[in-house]
């Protein structure tokens, strides 16, 4: 039998439990769509989040400019993590996204990175000037907007011309990374975050580009319409905007806010 003592420990427990929205009668899931080149980083959060909450993450990845496209489709996402302000505001302004949620959960940094030895003696711009290389890795601009970023940054430098020829177009970053991890291009223009983590070694070179030679890569996310009774899309957000969710995505190669 249950002591009395030991009853009001259990109500106590079971009442922050419910307080906390943590419960199993409580749990829910929810489906997220992210941008591609935050896609490693978004498994540590989901992992994080996981582990402070008994609420499940889904993460499905692709450019942004796709899942948007799938977002208006109808397609059954809760949240959306986009690589730009802009789709996630337009979701909002078609009545698809809850009216004043999207805020920026990171800001993207763009670096060409070259895994060609030959390429160590220059600089970014003199060596995207010269045009003695293959190809070039960009995400599709139009769907992507690290793509974008990498075209305003060769205009900026005088080296679209250039470069023109050469370029390689996947349809998103993480595309554009597998074609220089493989050596199927020369270099190509990736996130930073997506290169944080790999050991340097003496066949590679990275390039940060400064950010005022593009449209900074405010990425924005946004609560859609159809999650405003799922707890876990409600948890998630909240948690997005966290010190200790900020601090994951600062170390994995984002600036914060």
């Given at each position: 039998m249950?002591?009395?003592?030991s009853?009001?420990?259990?109500?106590a427990?079971n009442?922050?439990?419910?307080?906390?929205?943590?419960s199993?009668?409580?749990?829910?899931?929810?489906?997220?769509?992210?941008?591609t080149?935050?896609?490693?980083?978004?498994?540590?959060?989901?992992?994080d989040?996981?582990?402070?909450?008994?609420?499940?993450?889904t993460?499905?990845?692709?450019?942004?400019?796709?899942?948007?496209?799938?977002?208006?489709?109808?397609?059954?996402?809760?949240?959306f993590l986009a690589?730009d302000e802009s789709?996630?505001?337009?979701l909002?302004?078609?009545d698809?996204?809850?009216?004043?949620?999207?805020?920026t959960y990171?800001i993207?940094?763009?670096?060409?990175?070259?895994?060609?030895q030959?390429?160590?003696?220059f600089?970014t711009?003199?060596y995207?000037?010269?045009g003695?290389?293959?190809?070039?890795?960009?995400?599709?601009?139009?769907?992507?907007?690290?793509?974008?970023?990498?075209?305003e940054?060769?205009?900026?430098?005088?080296?679209?011309?250039?470069?023109?020829?050469?370029i390689?177009t996947?349809?998103n970053?993480?595309q554009a990374?597998a074609?220089?991890?493989?050596k199927?291009?020369?270099?190509?223009?990736?996130?930073?975050s997506?290169?944080?983590?790999?050991?340097?070694?003496?066949?590679?070179?990275?390039?940060?580009i400064?950010?005022?030679?593009?449209?900074?890569?405010?990425?924005n996310?946004?609560?859609?319409k159809?999650?405003?009774?799922?707890?876990?899309a409600m948890?998630?957000?909240?948690?997005?905007?966290?010190?200790?969710?900020?601090?994951i995505?600062?170390?994995?190669?984002y600036?914060?806010?």
């Amino acid at each position: 039998m249950i002591s009395f003592r030991s009853f009001k420990i259990v109500v106590a427990i079971n009442a922050a439990i419910a307080v906390l929205g943590l419960s199993s009668a409580s749990a829910d899931e929810a489906l997220v769509a992210v941008a591609t080149n935050f896609s490693n980083t978004a498994k540590l959060l989901k992992e994080d989040f996981e582990r402070r909450s008994e609420h499940r993450i889904t993460l499905a990845t692709g450019s942004t400019g796709v899942l948007y496209s799938q977002i208006t489709q109808g397609a059954p996402y809760d949240l959306f993590l986009a690589a730009d302000e802009s789709r996630p505001k337009l979701l909002e302004q078609s009545d698809i996204a809850r009216a004043g949620s999207s805020f920026t959960y990171a800001i993207g940094r763009l670096t060409f990175w070259s895994t060609n030895q030959r390429d160590l003696e220059f600089d970014t711009d003199g060596y995207l000037q010269l045009g003695e290389y293959r190809s070039i890795a960009i995400a599709n601009p139009k769907l992507a907007p690290y793509g974008l970023a990498a075209i305003e940054f060769l205009n900026a430098i005088g080296a679209q011309d250039v470069v023109d020829n050469q370029i390689v177009t996947a349809e998103n970053v993480g595309q554009a990374y597998a074609l220089v991890a493989t050596k199927n291009a020369d270099g190509g223009f990736v996130a930073r975050s997506q290169i944080a983590k790999t050991e340097p070694h003496s066949e590679q070179r990275v390039w940060n580009i400064p950010s005022d030679m593009h449209t900074p890569i405010r990425q924005n996310a946004v609560l859609l319409k159809r999650a405003h009774s799922n707890s876990a899309a409600m948890a998630f957000f909240e948690y997005l905007k966290s010190a200790e969710s900020q601090q994951i995505i600062f170390s994995q190669g984002y600036e914060v806010e």
